[in-house]
C-alpha cells in the first residue's frame, strides 16, 4: 500500500510569515510530487509539481524534495489571510496513479 | 473544453436508488481519474481510465460503484442502490499523459452526493 502522510493541523501562521508544510511517502519509486491548495467547498487546485530532488521557487511558493528521505514540503512565504486552507500533497507513480495524502489545514491570522 | 466539467453539481437521492454522475474532462486528456472525498478527509481513489487499456478499478470500495469511459471523453460513475455512506463529493481529474511522470491532474468542480 503505497501511503502518502501529512499532519492534519491546523498550522496556524500569523500574517507575513513562513508557512512550512510537510509531507512523507512511502513509496522509495515515486516519480512526481504536488502541492494541491482546497478552499472549503472548492475542488483542489494545482500549486506546485515538483519531479527532481532540490528546491523549486514560484513566487511566494517553495517545493523542496529530498527523494533519499522520501518527503516533500512546501514553503509559502510573507503568507496571507487567502493563503487560509487545506494544502494536499499528492504523489504520482510510474503507472500515472496519483496517492494524495489527507491534507493539512494551514490557518494565516491578520 | 477549458476545464473538467462534472455534473450535476449537486445531487440528493433516497437510500437504495441508483445514481449517475458524469465527467467531461479537459480535451486531448487520455487519463481520467475519479475520487470520493468524505467531509473533513482527504481524496480516496476509486478509479483510473488510460487511454483505450483496462481501467485500473483497485479503488471502487464495491461492487455497486461502477464507472465507464467511452474512448477519450466522457466517463460516468454509477452508484447502485445508494446508501447513506456514499453521501461524498465524488471528484473528477484529468491529465495528459506525456512522457515520464510530468503528469499534472486538473480536477473538476466535483459532485456533492447526498443520500437521504
Known amino acids: 500500500q503505497k501511503e502518502v502522510e501529512q499532519n492534519s493541523g491546523p498550522l496556524s501562521v500569523p500574517e507575513g510569515a513562513i508557512a512550512s508544510l510537510n509531507c512523507t511517502y512511502s513509496?522509495?519509486?515515486?516519480?512526481?510530487f504536488f502541492w494541491y491548495r482546497q478552499y472549503s467547498g472548492k475542488s483542489p487546485e494545482l500549486i506546485m509539481s515538483i519531479y527532481s530532488n532540490g528546491d523549486k521557487e514560484d513566487g511566494r511558493f517553495t517545493a523542496q524534495l529530498n527523494k533519499a528521505s522520501q518527503y516533500v514540503s512546501l514553503l509559502i512565504r510573507d503568507s496571507q489571510p487567502s493563503d487560509s486552507a487545506t494544502y494536499l500533497c499528492a504523489v504520482g507513480d510510474n503507472f500515472n496513479k496519483f496517492y494524495f495524502g489527507s491534507g493539512t489545514k494551514l490557518n494565516v491570522k491578520p | 473544453g477549458a476545464g473538467v466539467s462534472q455534473s450535476p453539481s449537486n445531487k440528493v437521492t433516497e437510500k437504495g436508488k441508483d445514481v449517475e454522475l458524469r465527467c467531461d474532462p479537459i480535451?486531448?486528456?487520455?487519463?481520467l481519474y475519479w475520487y470520493r472525498q468524505r467531509l473533513g478527509q482527504g481524496l480516496e481513489f476509486l478509479i483510473y481510465?488510460?487511454?483505450?487499456?483496462?481501467?485500473?478499478k483497485s479503488g471502487l470500495p464495491s461492487d455497486r460503484f461502477s464507472a465507464e469511459r467511452t474512448g477519450e471523453s466522457v466517463s460516468t460513475l454509477t452508484i447502485q442502490r445508494t446508501q447513506q455512506e456514499d453521501s461524498a463529493v465524488y471528484l473528477c481529474?484529468?491529465?495528459?499523459?506525456?512522457?515520464?511522470?510530468?503528469?499534472?491532474?486538473?480536477f473538476g468542480a466535483g459532485t456533492r452526493l447526498s443520500v437521504l
Open positions: 481529474a484529468s491529465s495528459q499523459r506525456g512522457s515520464g511522470a510530468k503528469n499534472i491532474q486538473y
Open positions: 513509496d522509495r519509486g515515486s516519480q512526481s
Open positions: 481510465f488510460q487511454g483505450n487499456s483496462a481501467p485500473d
Open positions: 480535451s486531448g486528456h487520455t487519463a
